[in-house]
């Protein structure tokens, strides 16, 4: 199936709307699309990292918290 959207014509919110609609039908299968390999590789990393006391852990709580003050 071919679709062609005018997003030169399309509003901000018609843009948004397209936008929700694609990643919703992309989550429905996501079992469908591949990570990268890079993915893999960072995820492994910061297992290491934590397991070898290079890195911690928050609740999300605390993380929430923690990216507020980092942005205000």
Same mark, same amino acid.
């Given at each position: 199936?071919?679709?062609?959207? @005018? =997003? ?5 919110? /018609? @843009? =948004?709307?397209? $936008? &929700? =609609?694609? %990643? &919703?039908?992309?989550?429905? *299968?996501e079992?469908? $699309?591949?990570?990268p390999? %890079?993915? @893999? ?5 910061? #297992?290491?990292?934590? @397991?070898?006391?290079?890195?911690t852990?928050?609740?999300? /709580?605390? #993380?929430?918290?923690?990216?507020? *003050?980092? $942005?205000?």
């Open positions: 199936m071919s679709t062609t959207l @005018k =997003l030169d014509r399309m509003t901000v919110a /018609e @843009k =948004l709307q397209a $936008i &929700e =609609l694609l %990643w &919703e039908s992309l989550r429905q *299968n079992d469908d $699309i591949p990570a390999q %890079w993915h @893999k590789d960072l995820l492994d990393q910061r #297992a290491k990292d934590f @397991k070898e006391g290079k890195d852990v928050m609740d999300w /709580e605390t #993380a929430k918290k923690w990216i507020e *003050n980092e $942005i205000a």
